[in-house]
């Protein structure tokens, strides 16, 4: 038996390197064996923060029996989803077909030519609920295989045919306009309750690209219905047990028990802090919400304390599981707490009001006598310095327990993500030291992730380059962090590295009638070349790339990318009106397109009164740059000076510009601001 992970860079097949499974990593080799063996081809695809892969591998896996049958009449092959999502991607698409549903663990078994014909999820050790157990499935699979070959070759050649088939193509659909938009309105406002603050059905997770389409839609049509939404989804989940009360940040999602609360799946991931600490800065700027402030800072403190990894960049998960102090890992164990808990840390008096405050009940709201925290009701203003206090007794008293496992591995995308949340949130909130978190995973990335010829690999850790080369919403989440880093610290190495990422999304990423695909051209060819434009847990690296390519536009003129944005703008025509909740961030684009974008221009120092009146403006999608006009760093400062040696404000959209203005006040009545007029 040779297990082969050990030199691996992901954490989560570095899991699996002691398994007694003889365990391959994707690669050519791996196929090749099964063909020298006449063996079919076992993928198991999970990720390391994954509960459910942990029970799996722990059952199965760890599990000295069924590893020898596994190595006797397969070979083993273990991806992690979030270093190759094109390989996720691509046989999810199947097993979803086949089966109607989909998630992690997904287990595949598929020929030599890595033609999938048999699928799953979790098997449990014994059948369970009607489900086969995992050795039932082995051995069906070996049968079929051994004694029925052509009708799993058929199987196989299907499958295969029937995905070649759902190949995309919405560039001849047209641009999403007012019409699309309010029906995406509609059909949303349709889903959501008021009264929870949710979006129906029992699994909740954050809605967050699609709180930012309503942010910028109200910003654009004054639609009073969709900041009102906004507001009752943010407060709905920074009240709830999806945000750690103690610690800031977001937990991956949310179930309704119907006998009780709202109970948190504990892993938190850093692509969901990044979008939603960007979101609560930007609910802040639209309404100046002082829950919205504390809650973006927290969730900015929390990335900064617990994912920065060594090398400046930011590490992709924390597991769900922890000890509980008896040797034992169990979910949610870091963060739950009981009211005799309370007591030895906060004393009666204090420990009574956080028990109500926080919804800590003596028989306990989660397991084993333990609650989850919550706001269970509304303070008042003389509450917030106590609860302040208390918070941070509760976080300190946390520090010594049994930290959940971390997944060092820097992914681009998600870093991207977080370099936009954190300069926006340092900018807005006078937070320097924000700012230069942000810089320093840019460093990173470009040191680390994108070599000498700027094309991006996926993963790193420790350093060193996974060797993965990156995909669509890697370069698209990049550019925007790169973006936005640029107008927030007014350097413009940031716009041109983005440019460098933009022409590669052009020439290898773009189909010949303008479709996008989520592999480069001359990617490794799997059994069909991913597309899915479709934003789920992170934007979708069509809509990703759409937003950047649409604001590198406006920053520079092109209009090679901005009609290479309008083209992937067809799919929120497509899509919007018929499934919102699923195409959150190409709304929020297509908002911007019909906005302008505005493109605003700021000759004066970076940092000063107007540079951050032009951050603040709640314009969809606005683009700003800000410095010396002699420069040539950025193409809208160029023949912009200060108008009588004074800072000064230029703001132009649809080929239209305004009076240039000195005025703070002025800048922001032009684009919307909020806060920055207090």
């Known amino acids: 038996m040779q297990n082969r992970l050990a030199h691996e860079t992901s954490p989560y097949l570095l899991q699996h390197a002691d398994n007694p499974v003889d365990w391959w990593p994707w690669s050519g080799g791996a196929f090749e064996e099964a063909r020298r063996r006449d063996v079919p081809v076992f993928l198991s695809v999970g990720y390391s923060s994954c509960h459910w892969c942990h029970v799996l591998a722990h ?31 691509v046989y999810m698409e ?21 033609q999938p014909f ?33 009708e799993v070759a058929e199987v196989a050649r299907k499958i295969v045919r029937d995905l070649a088939g759902r190949q995309l193509d919405y560039t001849k659909a047209g641009l999403p306009g007012e019409a ?15 009264a929870s603050g949710w979006f129906a059905g029992n699994t909740r997770f954050p809605p967050s690209m699609v709180v930012e389409f309503l942010l910028r839609h109200w910003a654009r049509t004054e639609s009073e ?97 922890s000890e509980d102090g008896t040797g034992r890992h169990v979910e949610g164990a870091y963060y739950v707490w009981t009211p005799e808990q309370l007591r030895e840390v906060l004393g009666d008096q204090d420990a009574a009001f956080a028990a109500a405050y926080f919804d800590v009940t003596e028989e306990g709201t989660f397991e084993e006598g333990a609650s989850v925290l919550r706001l269970a009701r509304a303070g008042t203003d003389a509450d917030d310095d106590r609860v302040a206090g208390i918070r941070a007794r509760l976080l300190a008293a946390r520090e010594p327990r049994p930290r959940p496992g971390r997944d060092d591995k820097v992914v681009a995308a998600w870093n991207g993500l977080a370099i936009a949340a954190l300069a926006e949130t340092g900018a807005y909130f006078g937070r320097p030291d924000l700012i230069e978190r942000a810089t320093e995973a840019a460093d990173l990335l470009v040191r680390v992730h994108m070599g000498d010829v700027a094309r991006l690999d996926r993963t790193s850790k420790d350093g060193r380059s996974g060797g993965h080369t990156g995909v669509l919403e890697d370069y698209g989440d990049v550019a925007e962090g790169f973006l936005t880093l640029a107008a927030v610290t007014g350097e413009g190495v940031w716009l041109e590295f983005a440019g460098f990422l933009l022409d590669i999304v052009l020439q290898h990423f773009t189909g010949e009638g303008g479709q996008l695909y989520d592999t480069a051209d ?18 979708a690296g069509w809509t990703a790339a759409a937003g950047a390519l649409l604001s590198y536009a406006a920053h520079t003129g092109s209009q090679a990318h901005r009609a290479a944005a309008e083209g992937a703008l ?46 603040l403006g709640r314009a969809p999608g606005a683009v700003v740059a800000a410095g010396e006009t002699a420069g040539t760093e950025f193409p809208l400062l160029a023949d912009r000076p200060m108008v009588g040696g004074a800072p000064t404000a230029y703001v132009c959209r649809h080929f239209v510009c305004d009076a240039p203005t000195t005025d703070p006040r002025e800048l922001a009545r032009t684009l919307g601001s909020g806060p920055s007029e207090d």
């Open 180 to 194: 699309e938009l309010a029906e995406a309105l509609l059909g949303l406002t349709r889903e959501y309750d008021p």
């Open 570 to 615: 067809g799919v929120v025509k497509a899509l919007g009106p018929r499934v919102p909740r699923f195409i959150g961030w190409g709304l929020a684009v297509a908002e911007a397109l019909l906005d302008g974008p505005r493109e605003v221009a700021v000759a004066g120092p970076v940092g000063g009164e107007l540079h951050r009146t032009a951050l």
């Open 59 to 89: 059952e199965s896996f760890e599990d000295e029996e069924t590893a020898a049958f596994m190595n006797e009449h397969f070979v083993s092959v273990k991806v992690d989803r979030e270093e190759r999502p094109d390989i996720d991607a």
């Open 225 to 321: 219905g969709a900041r009102d939404m906004a507001e009752g989804l943010c407060a709905a989940m920074s009240r709830s047990s999806l945000f750690d009360q103690v610690g800031g940040g977001f937990h991956r999602y949310v179930l309704r028990r119907p006998d009780g609360p709202l109970i948190p799946h504990f892993e938190k991931m850093l692509y969901d802090n990044a979008l939603l600490c960007r979101v609560y800065a930007h609910l802040w700027r639209t309404t100046g919400s002082e829950q919205a402030r504390r809650v973006a800072l927290e969730t900015a403190d929390f990335m900064v304390r617990e994912l920065r990894t060594a090398e400046g960049g930011f590490a992709s998960a924390l597991d769900a599981d």
């Open 118 to 150: 048999y699928f799953g999820t979790y098997f449990p050790p014994e059948p369970r609920h009607g489900s086969p157990s995992f050795m039932q499935v082995l051995e069906g699979v070996r049968a079929a295989w051994e004694g029925r070959p052509d």
């Open 94 to 114: 199947a097993l979803q077909a086949a089966t109607g549903q989909g998630g992690w663990p997904m287990s595949v078994f598929m020929t030599p030519a890595g």
């Open 522 to 539: 001359d990617a490794e060819q799997l059994i069909r070349r991913p597309q899915d434009p479709t934003d789920s847990a992170t934007p």
